[in-house]
């Protein structure tokens, strides 16, 4: 079974950093690209980006990049996001999901996303 | 970027009615677009890719069309688990851009 499991909730003051993490099993981890979307309270979603974890390929939407960064780790099939300072705007849910893509395409939308995790930053 | 409009913004419908749900996309995308529904507290869950192919044990009723510009999500005859917010989403591009969703309530 394909899964994909976030890390726990995360409260946070403005200026600290943070990573969270996103775990796949039940599928070959490096043969599918993992994306990183956004949704604020109360609002609609928002693609940040993806990386593939065979070798750390990535793409940020420019409406991210230079504020986020992606990492993987094939060992522990593991996808990251991390911020450096955080921002009480940066307050949202955070969605991992898999894709399938090439160096230039993706063929096929998240197919499978985990559950989310909640990032609230308050000072 | 590709910027994705989807209206209406509500959708009122009745149980048992046909909603149908629009996206439209700044510039062509081919038939590289999805479809998601989103419960309250919940993940999106994928429901049709490439504009018209249902995912994996979603129900008849959903269906996808349209192409370049243009899309149409329809559902023939609403249940009671298909209130929910459903956005639109195009791969075909860098960065894959989200509709701002349709919130489909109970009339």
């Known amino acids: 079974e394909v899964q994909l499991v976030q890390s726990g909730a995360e409260v946070k003051k403005p200026g600290e950093s943070l990573k969270i993490s996103c775990k796949g099993s039940g599928y070959s981890f490096t043969n599918y690209w993992i994306a990183w979307v956004r949704q604020m309270p109360g609002k609609g979603l928002e693609w940040m980006g993806i990386?593939?974890?065979?070798?750390?390929?990535?793409r940020y939407s420019p409406s991210f990049q230079g504020q986020v960064t992606f990492s993987a780790d094939k060992s522990t099939t593991t996808a990251y996001l991390q911020w450096s300072s955080l921002r009480a705007s940066d307050t949202a849910m955070y969605y991992c999901?898999?894709?399938?893509?090439?160096?230039?395409?993706?063929?096929?939308?998240?197919?499978?996303w985990g559950q989310g995790t909640l990032v609230t930053v308050s000072s | 970027e590709i910027v994705m409009t989807q209206s209406p913004a509500t959708l009122s419908v009745s149980p048992g009615e046909r909603a149908t749900l629009s996206c439209r996309a700044s510039q062509s995308v081919s038939s590289n677009l999805a479809w998601y529904q989103q419960k309250p507290g919940q993940a999106p869950r994928l429901l049709i890719y490439g504009a018209s192919t249902r995912a994996t044990a979603i129900p008849a009723r959903f269906s996808g069309s349209g192409s370049g510009t243009e899309f149409t999500l329809t559902i023939s005859s609403l249940q009671s688990e298909d209130f929910a917010v459903y956005y639109c989403?195009?791969?075909?591009?860098?960065?894959?851009?989200f509709g701002q969703g349709t919130k489909v309530e109970i009339k």
């Open positions: 989403q195009q791969y075909n591009n860098w960065p894959q851009m």
């Open positions: 999901a898999r894709q399938d893509c090439s160096s230039l395409f993706c063929y096929n939308p998240g197919d499978y």
């Open positions: 990386i593939y974890p065979g070798d750390s390929d990535t």
